[in-house]
Each structure stands twice: as C-alpha cells, then as structure tokens.
C-alpha cells in the first residue's frame, strides 16, 4: 500500500486545516473495509498499537491498588490511584462507574479477578477493562507505553469501519504520518491489503482526507 506516494498532499491538508482555535484538534484515522467476516476469530480486530511519535496528548491513567509501595511510588506521578480495597463498593456507585470512563485503567495482577467479578459486566462492554500491571514492572514505562498507544477493537459480524486517533495538529505532519503508516501496517498485517477499501484521515473539525 503505496501511502508514502500521499505524503506532499497529506502535508498539505494539515497546512489548511491547523486551527486557531481554543482547543487543540486531535488527528484522526478511519480504516474502512470490504469483505471481511468478524464473525470469525481470527479476523476479529483486536490490536494494541504502540505509535512511534505519541499521540500528542496524555492519557488520564487510573491505577487499581493495595500495595503501599506501589502506592507510594505512583503518587509522585500523574496517576490516579483507585483504592484496591473498595471495587465491590464501586460496583453500586453509578457516578464513580461513570468517572472510570475518562481514564485508562490499570490494576495491580492480583485485583484482576475481583475487578473481573464486580466491574467487568460495565467496564468489559465499553472495552475499559483495566491492563494488569505486573509485579516487577517499571511504572514510569508502563505510563509512556500508554501514552503513545492507541487500541483498535471490532465487534459484530460485518463491521466496515475502525476509527483511531493519530496524533493531534500541533505535532510535525511527519511524525503524525509516521504514526498513519504505523497504524495502517499493523492493521493490513491482520486482514490483508486486498481487504482495506478506503483510509482516511481528518482533524477534529475538518473534512476527511481520502489516503487510500
């Protein structure tokens, strides 16, 4: 897939669409597809994609916990610590369910089960289960992994669209490109070139612009 032949007209779309605005556009990524059945396993979409450049935001991390320790050590961070030993409570609390879907959830190893117990049946159909996190684990690189990934998930038997975020407007185009060819790479690896119909990308407030 020929994508680096877009790259001048890539570049300039993002020339006309960068904004003054208030708030800062996010850059989107639309896949379309034909001829895909995910209805079977192993077509279904289910990909965790680490970009080369970020995303040009960070993400609100939350972090499921009880060990003081590591406790200790992602209260010096941006983290946001969730208390290990009150999830069954959380479960009946409609307003903290709510709040959980502003973030990207974490859990200690150990809490996943209780998690899975009493917040999978909301979380799991958002596609918010928290990612365990490992004893042994380096916290500071579990945060910039985040930070830089983006998911990819489909459900259903025929669905002809994923759509992702790439990187926002005041990142290089380059670099936001770069991220593109990531996505769409990984992506064509799991359901093939002759699969992908269209790619697309756009900024918060713009039209699309065709790739593929």
């Known amino acids: 897939m020929a994508l680096e032949d877009k790259y001048s007209e890539f570049e300039k779309f993002m020339e006309e669409n960068r904004s003054k605005r208030k708030f800062e556009q996010s850059v ?29 935001k960070t993400s609100k991390i939350a972090l499921f916990a009880t060990d003081k320790a590591l406790i200790e050590k992602a209260g010096g961070s941006d983290i946001e610590i969730l208390d290990g030993n009150a999830i069954a409570a959380m479960a009946n609390d409609k307003e903290k369910l709510a709040q959980l879907l502003n973030y990207v959830l974490v859990a200690q190893q150990n809490l996943m089960p209780t998690i899975a117990r009493y917040l999978g049946p909301y979380l799991g159909p958002r596609n918010k289960m928290p990612k365990p996190f490992m004893p042994g684990q380096d916290l500071t690189k579990m945060s910039n992994d985040i930070n830089k990934s983006i998911s990819i998930r489909n459900k259903g038997k025929f669905l002809p669209t994923v759509h992702c975020v790439v990187g926002s407007e005041k990142m290089d185009s ?39």
């Not at 989107?28 to 040009?56: H, M, T, Y």
């Open 174 to 212: 380059r670099k936001i490109y770069d991220n593109v060819k990531e996505v769409v790479s990984a992506v064509t690896k799991k359901t093939g070139v002759n699969h992908i119909r269209s790619v697309y990308v756009k900024l918060t407030m713009s039209k699309p612009f065709k790739l593929v």
């Open 28 to 56: 989107e990524l639309a896949i379309n597809f034909r001829s895909v059945d995910f209805s079977k396993q192993v077509n279904r979409l289910n990909l965790d994609i680490l970009l080369p450049n970020g995303k040009g």
